[in-house]
């Protein structure tokens, strides 16, 4: 399994990017999906999860109504929809999936918000 970021790049405040990250190898069954960030200087958060359980998506406070998570199968594809982006948006986004008792990492996607 090899997971593989994109869509990542540098959009003035205000501005939207849509994150991709391919998931070649991997089936979409019982699964938990993670985007996470780490900004220059600060440890990795967690933004966004989605799992297979229910369904239903997780956001942290500071992207609620803004980021959109979303699997789809058919295309083995993991996005997040990123609005109204703010420079404290600004880091190197991953995406992480976990199933089958593995927990498998992409190499990241370079975001950065200007003002």
């Known amino acids: 399994v090899q997971l593989q970021a994109s869509g990542g790049g540098l959009v003035q405040a205000g501005g939207s990017l849509r994150l991709s990250c391919l998931a070649s190898?991997?089936?979409?069954?019982?699964?938990?999906i993670g985007w996470f960030r780490q900004a220059p200087g600060k440890e990795r958060e967690g933004v966004s999860f989605i799992d297979s359980a229910d369904g239903n998506p997780d956001y942290v406070d500071s992207v609620k109504g803004r980021f959109t998570i979303s699997v789809d199968k058919s295309k083995n594809t993991v996005y997040l929809r990123m609005n109204s982006l703010e420079p404290e948006d600004t880091a190197i986004y991953y995406c992480?999936?976990?199933?089958?008792?593995?927990?498998?990492w992409g190499q990241g996607t370079e975001v950065t918000v200007s003002s």
């Open positions: 992480n999936i976990e199933g089958g008792s593995r927990d498998y």
């Open positions: 190898g991997f089936i979409f069954d019982k699964y938990a």
